[in-house]
């Protein structure tokens, strides 16, 4: 009886290792979900899909384009490390292919999963409402032989658990920096990669929210033509008017008879001149 009290307790502590790689409670850095991995995890491609789940650990954890992803407490939550920090992340900003990773493959699946088709996607609409399912419309059809090919799996972090697990999130990024170039496609994951190094307090935000807003007081407005910031026009040099060229008043000469007439004595003059020649001897 006392040898079987023994064997009891090492046949049980020997199954729960194989089968449960994460231990719920412990605190991870950043927001605590309530799970930490010890050790790398097992990660198997789901089928058909660009995404990855773990089958041993006792969570919804997946890895879809270089992050990885948990499912817990009703949110998600991603982190470019097998054991976070985590960062939570609002329903909107969720990549696709996380919405549509099949029921079968949430390992704890919460209250409202159950009667749904394992093969199929959650019923995220129902779940979040008209509103959610509005804005995401045709999430759940895609065209499956299209599925982008899935991101590389991190492999290199299997040297790091337990004590050598890089706990700062300035030494996971020099670590990632130098182990792993890959590039992700999907927004979410490329604000994980553009974030500032520090303390994870918030999801991240849409690319757009990143942009500086607009100065709306020089927002130009409806029907109003706005001057431009600098003038369009090329400088013209003054042109000074150009007087007219002065023109030298011309003389009339005179007619060859004219001059004659002017040369020649006047009438009387003649004929005083004719009579005085007539009374001479």
Do not use: C
């Amino acid at each position: 009886m006392r040898k079987l009290l023994v064997a009891l307790p090492l046949m049980f502590g020997s199954v729960l290792a194989a089968h449960a790689q994460i231990s719920l409670g412990i605190s991870a850095p950043g927001i605590s979900i309530g799970i930490n991995m010890p050790t790398y995890p097992r990660l198997v491609r789901v089928p058909g899909y660009p995404v990855y789940y773990a089958p041993l650990a006792g969570a919804n954890y997946f890895f879809y384009d270089g992050l990885y992803w948990v499912f817990a407490n009703d949110s998600w939550y991603e982190s470019s490390w097998y054991n976070g920090p985590w960062v939570l992340v609002q329903p909107d900003f969720v990549p696709l292919y996380i919405w549509r990773i099949p029921v079968r493959y949430y390992h704890r699946p919460p209250a409202y999963f159950g009667g749904w088709r394992p093969d199929a996607p959650p019923r995220w609409g129902e779940h979040w409402g008209p509103a959610w399912a509005q804005r995401h419309g045709g999430w759940d059809r895609w065209n499956r032989h299209a599925v982008p090919a899935p991101a590389p799996l991190p492999t290199y972090q299997r040297q790091y658990s337990g004590a050598r697990y890089p706990a700062s999130v300035d030494q996971q990024r020099s670590i990632q920096s130098r182990s792993y170039a890959y590039q992700p496609h999907d927004a979410v994951a490329q604000q994980h990669f553009q974030r500032p190094a520090g303390p994870v307090t918030s999801a991240p935000q849409p690319s757009f929210a990143q942009q500086p807003a607009p100065n709306r007081s020089a927002r130009p407005q409806l029907g109003v033509q706005q001057a431009p910031s600098q003038p369009q026009f090329q400088q013209v040099q003054p042109v000074h008017p150009q007087r007219p060229p002065q023109v030298q008043p011309r003389v009339a000469q005179p007619v060859p008879h004219e001059r004659a007439r002017e040369t020649a004595p006047h009438g009387k003059e003649r004929r005083d001149e004719e009579r005085a020649q007539e009374k001479r001897p």
